[in-house]
């Protein structure tokens, strides 16, 4: 009789743990729900630049979920949503953002719609490999399904770092490997030819290609950065000498910066040798006099002019 009663207890209290473990995975069963979003957004990060003087800075959401289950244990869980994109001018100090939009996505989307810059005003998201996001300032994200195709290799970018404008308006996709080797961008020569070492991602055809280096582009493997304008490829990579860097184009033509710097990179059509923030005029590199370090303030004469933290 008493194993009986021992077996039946037992199972009640499978039973009731089962359904606690069921409320807890559902987050959805409790008698009392307590879900509150802060009423102000919080900054990331930069994401990209417009122009000489308006910087764009990813935001979000903070939400914090209370709940007290029907069998007495409470737990709680948070997290950042509804992603946003906002405007400040980075020259001078305003009161905000000179423009914001933001999505009203769930709060369970974990789609990432900001990884970085791709053009002037265009904010790119997702997986090149999978499905895409383009985010253009002033209206909001477009996602598109991509389909993978290999020339020459078969093995893909495992992880996409940049994406950048490229010949043909196409776009560069750059990737870099998490595992040993560590072989960043395009140097995987080392690995075998069915590495592949770079991807373009065709956006009419909805396809991204995975190819080795031609002959004529091989020169890019040195690239800290690179990216094309109209018919041209521009590059920063590391000049002859320690610390000293340089802008190349096509591979030939070495394009004069009017500051020495150790590391280059491009933000939209902003150009950054070191910190300087520059364009490019003319085919010739002008530097505007701000500086950014990182981080969410900008200086001029090595003071601080704009401080968004």
Sequence with gaps: MKAKR??????????????????VYMWGCGDDVSMRWSEERSLGGVVGFVDDSLVIVSTSRYWHEEVEPTFGLSYDRSGYAHPGLSLYNYRVQLDGPVWSDTLDNSRDDDFNYIRGQL??????????????????????????????????????????????????????VMGERSVPPDVKGFDMDSLGNEYCQYGVLDTMRRTITYKKLEDDLKWIKKCDDVRAWDDNVYCFMPGEHAFE?????????????????????????????????????????????????????????????????
């Excluded at 053009?119 to 383009?134: A, H, L, N, R």
């Design 119 to 172: 053009s002037d005003s265009v904010i790119w998201g997702g997986d090149p490999k999978s499905e895409v996001s383009f985010w253009k300032i002033g209206g909001k994200p477009q996602k598109m399904k991509i389909k993978k195709l290999f020339d020459g290799c078969s093995v893909e970018v495992r992880y996409t770092t940049k994406l950048r404008p490229w010949l043909d308006g196409k776009i560069l």
């Design 245 to 309: 860097a340089v802008l190349l184009r096509n591979g030939i033509d070495t394009i004069d910066v009017p500051i020495k710097f150790s590391v280059g990179d491009f933000w939209g059509n902003v150009l950054r040798p070191n910190a300087n923030l520059c364009d490019l005029v003319n085919s010739k590199v002008v530097c505007s006099g701000a500086i950014w370090r990182g981080g969410l303030s900008f200086y001029q004469n090595e003071e601080i002019v704009v401080d968004l933290e």
């Design 6 to 23: 021992f077996g039946k207890n037992l199972m009640v209290a499978v039973k009731i743990i089962a359904a606690v473990l069921m409320c």
